[in-house]
């Protein structure tokens, strides 16, 4: 269950948060920001709080690649395979980053990091398989607090890079993926 999120500023995410929305003008999400009575630290909790998808969480992940930080923007239902962000960043060695690190470079604790508004600017990077929905959740500064967009849209204002990062995907997988989604915004634009 969660309730509309209404603080003093229209929103109960957290203030960086909340600030990067109104800068990055998408104050009319501030209403929008849903509150969970209990903290939803993982996708699969958020999901079942919302009542949605698993893949329509919209994770939000640090890693270090070659001790430098990047996001890792990644729906709900699937991993990360740090071997094709390696080979994406042409880094040598990419692992998860340490709770430190993600407070340090993003501003949050784990579990409830945005896809943007975060303290300083990173390396995005986010996987092509958020376009599967018309809608995906992701924290908004808190492990209590998510907000709904549109995938396009996040990605474009997470500054991310789409690829495909996701573990298990076939590159044949991938191309056809992209395809797909070529011919859809072919359609829409036509």
Known sequence: MTTDA???????????FAEALTTLG?????P???????A???AAEAAAALGCELSEICKSLIFAADGVPVLVLMDGASR????????????????????DVVRETTGYAIGGVP?????????????????AHATVWAAAGTPYTVFPM??????????????????????????????????R???RDA
């Open 6 to 16: 209404q603080d003093t500023d229209g929103s109960s995410a957290h203030p960086r």
């Open 26 to 30: 998408l104050g009319d999400l501030h």
């Open 32 to 38: 929008r920001i849903r509150r969970f009575p209990e």
């Open 40 to 42: 939803t630290r993982t």
């Open 80 to 99: 990360v395979d740090v071997e094709l962000v390696r080979r994406e960043l042409g880094a040598t060695k990419v692992t998860r980053a340490r709770a």
């Open 115 to 131: 896809p943007f508004g975060h303290r300083t600017r990173t390396r995005v990077l986010a996987d092509r398989s958020l376009l």
């Open 150 to 183: 549109d995938p396009k849209a996040l990605i474009a204002h997470a500054g991310a890079t789409l690829v495909d990062v996701r573990e298990g995907v076939d590159v044949r997988e991938a191309v056809d993926v992209r395809k797909a989604v070529d011919v």
């Open 185 to 187: 915004e072919r359609e």
